[in-house]
């Protein structure tokens, strides 16, 4: 009997242990069937299965078992998870970089490399950006395997379900997290916001993307994530610090190059571009391709600008003297002045070219942009009570566009059906 007993402890502690379990199995220090997307023993149990390392490492599109994503109990809580690696994979880092805009579905890039692995190293004890990295990507390949947004119920696939799953995961922790924000909560709220913004733009929901906007910089504004006057000769420095600057990533994110701005001679669209690449100009009404050509011009300028407001942003976050801070509120006028030009340039534009009928959504697009430049700009260096009156104002136009922008995407996909 005792032999027994001895020769069964031997056995197990011979047995191989497995190093490349998920994160739920290897906290548990329990075996890992190692099924995936989800571990078949965190779903027998009713745990959370918190993935295999980088959410990027062992993901796959394969079609997901309904029967296990169904098995979830989203209830359980959101546990941390320990880091399994210490370095991202650059491959991993590239990979999100491309999914964080559907621009790079025509080789466009973004040049947002530190914001990725920001969200990377973050994902690996962070279950509320894990889920959305997950969400992420489930998404977007499945918007690359299927070539559109499914337009109904009926037409989701396993893999579009399991990245709203994923999404709503994510939503869940994240207002978990914020129930009591700290240092921590916000960082994890502001890089949850930058992945949400790309989940929605892959989704072609632009009203919920501007919502998601809003919140994230209210978030930058209101917990000041860089220097800012409290008085007229009181400059603060930031309250938190090393705070991700979703302002920045939002802002290259629209000025990464487009589609539309082509000349129609060499312009090449997919009729399954879900952004603001959706209308070529062969589909366009003859009458309107006077303003095409116009629309460059004026997309150049804005994007000029924009370059121009990141490196004030730049030189906002390392300011530290009073004297420094004014020189840089006339910098701050002066961007707003060429945003306020830039849109007259544009009215006058849309008067002389505009067709009949809808405005182009690449002018729409533009809109877009333009205020989300004028709200980071009208934010930088200004805590006045003024303020927030006046940035309530611009956020309620930027959701009045975005749902503008939302409508017109859902038109375009409904003529194309």
Same mark, same amino acid.
């Given at each position: 009997m005792a032999r027994s007993v001895v020769a069964r402890k031997r056995n197990i502690q011979s047995r191989t242990k497995v190093k490349t379990g998920c994160a739920t199995c290897r906290i548990r220090k329990v075996k890992c069937d190692e099924n995936k997307p989800f571990c078949q023993k965190c779903v027998d149990t009713g745990r959370t299965c918190d993935g295999y390392e980088s959410p990027f490492r062992f993901f796959t599109s394969q079609p997901i078992n309904n029967a296990h994503a169904g098995g979830i109990k989203s209830g359980v809580g959101l546990q941390p998870i320990r880091p399994t690696l210490t370095e991202i994979a650059p491959q991993d880092n590239d990979l999100l970089n491309r999914y964080f805009s559907i621009k790079t579905m025509f080789d466009v890039k973004l040049g947002c490399d530190e914001e990725a692995r920001?969200?990377? #190293? =973050?994902?690996?004890?962070?279950?509320?950006?894990?889920?959305?990295?997950?969400?992420?990507? %489930?998404?977007?390949?499945?918007?690359?395997?299927?070539?559109?947004?499914?337009?109904?119920? %009926?037409? #989701?696939?396993?893999?579009?379900?399991?990245?709203?799953? #994923?999404?709503? *995961?994510?939503?869940?922790?994240? !207002?978990?997290?914020?129930s009591s924000p700290g240092s921590n909560g916000l960082k994890s709220a502001l890089l949850c916001c930058q992945i949400f913004i790309s989940i929605e733009q892959v989704r072609?929901?632009?009203? !919920?993307? %501007?919502?998601?906007?809003?919140?994230?910089?209210?978030?930058?504004?209101?917990?000041?994530?860089?220097?800012?006057?409290?008085?007229?000769? /009181?400059?603060?420095? =930031?309250?938190?610090? #090393?705070?991700?600057?979703?302002?920045?990533?939002?802002? /290259?994110?629209?000025?990464?190059?487009? /589609?539309? %701005?082509?000349?129609?001679?060499? !312009?090449?669209?997919?009729?399954?571009? *879900?952004?603001?690449?959706l209308i070529s100009a062969h589909q366009q009404p003859v009458e309107s391709r006077d303003l095409r050509t116009i629309a460059p011009d004026m997309r150049t300028e804005?994007?000029?600008i924009a370059a121009s407001t990141l490196e004030f942003l730049g030189k906002v976050s390392q300011v530290e003297s009073v004297g420094n801070a004014r020189r840089l509120l006339s910098e701050k006028a002066a961007l707003l002045d060429s945003l306020e030009s830039w849109l007259i340039d544009l009215e006058l534009v849309q008067t002389e070219i505009r067709p009949p009928g809808p405005e182009l959504i690449s002018v729409s697009f533009m809109r877009f942009f333009h205020l989300i430049l004028k709200i980071v700009l009208l934010g930088a260096l200004d805590s006045s009570p003024d303020l927030y009156a006046e940035l309530r104002t611009e956020y309620d136009r930027l959701q009045g566009v975005a749902n503008n922008v939302g409508e017109r995407v859902k038109g375009y996909r409904m003529c194309r059906d």
């Open positions: 920001q969200v990377l #190293q =973050a994902s690996l004890t962070d279950p509320p950006i894990r889920h959305a990295v997950l969400s992420l990507r %489930a998404l977007r390949e499945d918007l690359e395997t299927s070539g559109e947004v499914p337009a109904s119920v %009926a037409q #989701q696939t396993p893999s579009y379900d399991y990245g709203l799953q #994923q999404y709503c *995961m994510a939503l869940r922790g994240l !207002a978990s997290n914020l072609g929901n632009y009203a !919920a993307m %501007a919502q998601h906007i809003i919140r994230g910089l209210r978030i930058m504004h209101e917990y000041r994530a860089r220097p800012d006057f409290v008085a007229a000769n /009181k400059l603060v420095p =930031a309250h938190h610090d #090393q705070l991700p600057f979703l302002d920045v990533f939002i802002i /290259k994110l629209f000025a990464a190059p487009c /589609k539309f %701005a082509d000349p129609p001679a060499t !312009a090449d669209i997919s009729e399954t571009t *879900m952004s603001v690449c804005l994007t000029r």
